[in-house]
């Protein structure tokens, strides 16, 4: 999709700003990607939950 988007030169104009092809294609990239990650657990880095060692201070 985002691929035909920016070679298509797909341009959205809002009031007086203009984005076209690759600049419209980014943004559909990363809106689809926020969308397709919805209900997609989180990872949590155990390094870092885990406090720092005190022996290192």
């Known amino acids: 999709m985002t691929l ?33 990650g919805i209900g997609r657990p989180r990872e949590v880095s155990r390094t870092a939950a885990q406090p720092s060692d005190p022996t290192l201070h």
Request: glycine share 24%.
């Open 4 to 36: 035909v988007l920016g070679a298509g030169n797909f341009t959205v104009t809002a009031g007086g700003f203009s984005i076209g092809g690759i600049g419209t294609a980014t943004i559909a990239a990363l809106g689809l990607y926020q969308l397709l």
